[in-house]
């Protein structure tokens, strides 16, 4: 065979990955520390992160209200977390495994994308302040709303300089 075409067929056959992974995570490293390590190298929470997959419960509602606004989802049970990140046109999806947050272990990661919804707004508003919305109609249900309450005056001084999010916090009091 052609030495040339051995090459190209090589090449052509080797993983070429998209964008490189992040140096700072490492398997079973604790989320909290990823997370800081994560912003110190400019990757944010994706805002729109939990837009796709619907309402927020049990794990990816403590995230949520302790300022994790990056959850997508997470699973029941033996819990696994997707959190969705970018920096700039790149993206990270990482997943964690561990009940409570302060258990939770970086699992893998990849520079997919987070999935889009049919139809999803490019102007959404952020997943936390989404959260409130979500639990505030039904907060007396679950005989919550003294927590939601919190949450709202957190959202408050996070988005003070935001009058648009200021309006739809207003008009959720």
């Not at 994308?113 to 959260?131: I, K, M, Q, T, W």
């Not at 949450?151 to 207003?170: E, G, N, S, W």
């Amino acid at each position: 065979m052609n030495k040339a075409i051995v090459i190209v067929v090589a090449l052509l056959s080797a993983p070429v990955p998209v964008h490189a992974a992040p140096a700072v995570l490492k398997v079973g490293e604790p989320f909290i520390k990823a997370r800081k390590q994560l912003y110190a190298a400019g990757w944010r929470a994706d805002p729109l992160a939990h837009l796709s997959t619907g309402e927020h419960m049990g794990l990816e509602r403590q995230l949520v209200e302790n300022g994790y606004a990056e959850v997508d989802s997470c699973s029941e049970g033996l819990s696994f977390c997707i959190l969705q990140y970018i920096k700039g046109n790149a993206c990270l999806r990482l997943q964690t495994q561990g009940e409570q947050i302060r258990w939770m272990k970086v699992d893998q990661w990849s520079s997919d994308c987070r999935e889009r919804s049919v139809g999803e707004e490019r102007n959404a508003l952020p997943a936390d302040v989404r959260y409130l919305i979500q639990w505030r109609k039904d907060c007396e249900l679950a005989d919550e709303c003294k927590r939601t309450q919190r949450f709202l005056l957190k959202l408050k001084q996070k988005y003070r300089h935001d009058p648009v999010i200021m309006r739809v916090l207003a008009s959720h009091n």
